[in-house]
């Protein structure tokens, strides 16, 4: 959270997106896929969704639908209601891509460990995300661009008005250099814990150290992110039920009571409903981590206890825990932001989910399934 604030604070994040545009954007598929790649990077040291969206993304693209002339209730369509849709259904995959991408992620994590006693690094999740997520990403902006077509197929002159704006930033200062210094050192560490045996915790404060310590962050940063504090409290809290609902027995029930209905010696069989229950039951959550917290633990272990391999069947919940997200216009923090700017109704937007919904459980059940084997993590 603090890492996002920062990118927010300094404008590395609108620098980023800003650059992005100016190379990529000169037709409004080319601008969504500018835009996909500007969730991508930032993805990894932003573990707020809502906060990457909300803070970096969304405002960038109201802009430029305004710039097109585009507004919620005047011209929707001519480029608006592509843009929000495709920056939503970006987010939702990008949330999975990374353990830290996602608040919920590191829950993931944690329960996996508490619950059976297999470890998740940050390098695990990524490399096992790396290559269905890279390929959804290259599939959804162009599905939303072919069922949701946007009038203006040209976007040079937003480009052009972007352009503008990225002069206007001027030279990176000062805190964007140090920003994106501790942004790269981050990943680095992340991605390299199984050698150097440092935490991600420790990680995250060092990172937070060296932000406090050159003045992109003040104590008051600290202080006032309440998303961060927040969190804190319900997730220690959510960890403490869940450790109890183990302790006590209840998930041992419970993985005995639903895996009498799976014919023996089908862990196939016990591994695809878990993940695709798992994704449809989003329906009725407006939180990826109380979605997390309800279900994972759970739904895990009836898809294990029938033999399915442990780690497969961690990150495809995992992932999914995420991917649900494009179902509905409350599934998770970003939706009502995007969702009240407009630009897509209601009805659409579940249409939409729904499809997407379809195609990244293709891309991460199938394509992903095949990946993890061939990399040998099942």
């Given at each position: 959270?603090?890492?996002?604030?920062?990118?927010?604070?300094?404008?590395?994040?609108?620098?980023?997106?800003?650059?992005?545009?100016?190379?990529?954007?000169?037709?409004?598929?080319?601008?969504?896929?500018?835009?996909?790649?500007?969730d991508?990077?930032?993805?990894?040291?932003?573990?707020?969704?809502t906060?990457?969206?909300?803070?970096?993304?969304?405002?960038?693209?109201?802009?430029?639908?305004?710039?097109?002339?585009?507004?919620?209730?005047?011209?929707?369509?001519?480029?608006?209601?592509?843009?929000?849709q495709?920056?939503?259904q970006?987010?939702?995959?990008?949330?999975?891509?990374?353990?830290?991408?996602?608040?919920?992620n590191?829950?993931?994590?944690?329960?996996?460990?508490?619950?059976?006693?297999?470890g998740?690094?940050?390098?695990?999740?990524?490399?096992?995300?790396?290559?269905?997520?890279?390929?959804?990403?290259?599939?959804?902006?162009?599905?939303?661009?072919?069922?949701?077509?946007?009038?203006?197929k040209?976007?040079?002159?937003?480009q052009?008005?972007?352009?503008?704006?990225?002069?206007?930033?001027?030279?990176?200062?000062?805190?964007?250099?140090?920003m994106?210094?501790?942004?790269?050192?981050?990943?680095?560490?992340w991605a390299?814990?199984?050698?150097?045996?440092?935490?991600?915790?420790?990680?995250?404060?060092?990172?937070?150290?060296?932000?406090?310590a050159?003045?992109?962050?003040?104590?008051?940063?600290?202080?006032?992110?309440k998303g961060?504090?927040?969190?804190?409290?319900?997730?220690?809290?959510?960890?403490?039920f869940?450790?109890?609902?183990?302790?006590l027995?209840?998930?041992?029930?419970?993985?005995v009571q639903?895996?009498?209905?799976?014919?023996?010696?089908?862990?196939?069989?016990?591994f695809v409903?878990?993940?695709?229950?798992?994704?449809?039951?989003?329906?009725?959550?407006?939180?990826?981590?109380?979605?997390?917290?309800?279900?994972?633990?759970?739904?895990?272990?009836?898809?294990?206890?029938?033999?399915?391999?442990?780690?497969?069947?961690?990150?495809?919940?995992?992932?999914?825990?995420?991917?649900?997200?494009?179902?509905?216009?409350?599934?998770?923090g970003?939706?009502?932001?995007?969702?009240?700017?407009?630009?897509?109704?209601?009805?659409?937007?579940?249409?939409?989910?729904?499809?997407?919904?379809?195609?990244?459980?293709?891309?991460?059940?199938g394509?992903?399934?095949?990946?993890?084997?061939?990399?040998?993590?099942?």
């Open positions: 959270f603090l890492f996002s604030r920062g990118f927010i604070k300094t404008g590395l994040g609108k620098r980023i997106a800003y650059n992005l545009i100016s190379a990529f954007g000169s037709s409004s598929l080319r601008l969504a896929y500018a835009l996909a790649l500007s991508l990077i930032l993805a990894p040291a932003t573990p707020s969704n906060a990457r969206v909300g803070g970096v993304i969304m405002p960038i693209t109201t802009s430029l639908a305004k710039a097109f002339g585009s507004e919620p209730q005047d011209g929707p369509r001519k480029i608006g209601s592509f843009l929000m495709s920056i939503y970006v987010n939702t995959i990008t949330s999975a891509m990374f353990q830290t991408s996602m608040a919920g590191t829950l993931v994590a944690a329960l996996a460990l508490q619950s059976f006693g297999i998740i690094t940050w390098g695990d999740w990524a490399m096992a995300a790396i290559v269905p997520g890279i390929i959804a990403l290259i599939i959804m902006p162009y599905f939303i661009y072919k069922v949701y077509p946007p009038e203006i040209d976007a040079r002159e937003a052009q008005m972007v352009r503008e704006e990225l002069k206007g930033l001027g030279k990176m200062s000062f805190q964007e250099w140090i994106l210094g501790v942004f790269i050192l981050a990943l680095v560490l390299t814990s199984q050698f150097t045996k440092l935490d991600a915790t420790t990680v995250a404060f060092l990172g937070i150290s060296i932000l406090l050159t003045g992109v962050l003040i104590w008051d940063d600290v202080k006032s992110e961060a504090w927040d969190t804190l409290v319900w997730m220690g809290t959510l960890m403490g869940a450790g109890f609902l183990s302790k027995g209840f998930i041992k029930w419970a993985t639903v895996g009498g209905y799976i014919p023996e010696g089908s862990w196939v069989i016990a409903v878990a993940v695709l229950v798992n994704t449809y039951a989003h329906y009725v959550f407006a939180s990826l981590t109380a979605h997390i917290s309800a279900m994972f633990v759970a739904f895990s272990a009836i898809a294990i206890s029938a033999g399915a391999p442990p780690m497969l069947t961690l990150l495809m919940i995992a992932f999914t825990s995420n991917l649900c997200m494009s179902l509905t216009h409350y599934a998770a970003p939706s009502p932001v995007i969702y009240n700017t407009g630009y897509v109704p209601q009805n659409t937007w579940w249409k939409l989910g729904f499809f997407t919904s379809v195609i990244n459980l293709i891309i991460f059940m394509l992903g399934s095949v990946w993890m084997k061939l990399i040998g993590m099942w």
